[in-house]
């Protein structure tokens, strides 16, 4: 025994010793205790509690940090959640960086690790506008959430061979990414967004009919819908036919009073405004089974797209690959 002991020490001196035997169960109040003598990880290899004291080496190294990277990950609460993938980047080169629009927790940012390798716990599920169900770790700080796992539900594919459809699921994703807050939960804008990806993918009505109800719905959802029967300045109803006096700077319609002044002002007819009443209605649902004409289509894309760009400050990128929605 007297030699055996001596062999575990010269061992350990070496650094070429893989285990030792635990006398007892080291508890996280014994590491607290004075006078014990702290576990320590050897560089390749994991060493158990030895029944001596350990002789200072180079090669071992103090529980302590590791000790504060278990706390780290404890104070980490693990959520699951349904999400649609907005964005991906490449971090390495099997990680990536996720930017999810998720029902239950509104837009957030991760770091997948090993989501890019064929076998692991992502099962190739973030794909861009994939709908797929998470677990990741919440970080309390503005820094990146670990992902842990995720499982694809549904993958989007656009209808026919006609472009359209791809690029109108591409500017939703943008206009989610854009007009949201992170940790800013909308389950109602969720929904709307999971059915237009289905009606894209599916070929339920027209592009430009599915895309313009869906940007209404994301404005009436966060706030930002114009007003479209009464006045944004005085309140009076705005009715009649003819041409009607959109201020995009002020937020909505303008009478004929407090339309002087006003600077991006756009005028519209008042059957277009009648149609923007219905699309943005969400009791209506004969919006599918509506006729718009081109220059109906035309002249409301117009009003909606200045709107959209004066509210994120710029155009969106999307904007150049939907020309065929005002035509």
């Known amino acids: 025994m007297k030699r055996r002991g001596e062999e575990e020490r010269r061992a350990f001196r070496l650094g070429t010793a893989s285990i030792v035997s635990l006398p007892n169960v080291v508890t996280a109040s014994d590491l607290e205790k004075p006078g014990k003598p702290g576990v320590s990880v050897l560089a390749g290899n994991e060493c158990s509690y030895p029944a001596f004291p350990l002789i200072p080496h180079p090669l071992f190294i103090s529980i302590s940090p590791f000790k504060k990277a278990f706390s780290f990950f ?19 080169e099997t990680s990536c960086v996720v930017t999810l629009f998720t029902r239950e927790f509104g837009k957030l940012h991760g770091l997948a690790k090993g989501a890019r390798r064929l076998k692991g716990p992502f099962e190739s599920a973030l794909d861009l506008l994939a709908l797929c169900r998470i677990v990741f770790l919440r970080k309390s700080s503005e820094s990146l959430d670990l992902l842990t796992e995720a499982k694809l539900e549904r993958r989007f594919r656009a209808a026919g061979r006609d472009l359209s459809s791809l690029y109108a699921g591409y500017y939703v994703a943008e206009l989610l990414n854009e007009l949201t807050d992170s940790a800013d939960p909308h389950p ?22 599915v895309v313009l109800r869906f940007e209404l719905a994301a404005l009436r959802t966060l706030g930002h819908l114009p007003s479209l029967t009464a006045c944004v300045e005085c309140g009076h109803l705005v009715r009649g036919e003819g041409r009607v006096a959109f201020g ?25 405004l009648r149609i923007l009443e219905r699309f943005a209605d969400p009791a209506d649902g004969a919006w599918r089974r509506m006729t718009i004409d081109r220059s109906a289509r035309g002249e409301l894309r ?15 990128r999307m904007h150049g690959y939907l020309g065929s929605l005002a035509g």
Do not use: I, W
């Not at 999400?83 to 490449?90: H, I, M, T």
């Not at 109602?188 to 009919?209: K, M, P």
């Not at 937020?251 to 004929?256: K, R, S």
């Open 74 to 92: 404890a104070s980490m609460s693990s959520e699951k959640a349904t999400a649609l993938v907005l964005r991906v980047v490449e971090f390495s």
């Open 188 to 209: 109602e804008l969720f929904d709307e967004a999971s059915e237009t990806l289905l009606a894209l993918a599916g070929g339920h009505g027209s592009v430009a009919s």
């Open 248 to 272: 995009v700077m002020a937020g909505g319609v303008l009478c004929g009073r407090c339309r002087p002044g006003k600077k991006h002002v756009v005028s519209m007819h008042a059957g277009t």
């Open 302 to 316: 117009g009003v909606v797209n200045q709107y959209l760009c004066h509210l994120l400050g710029r155009k969106p």
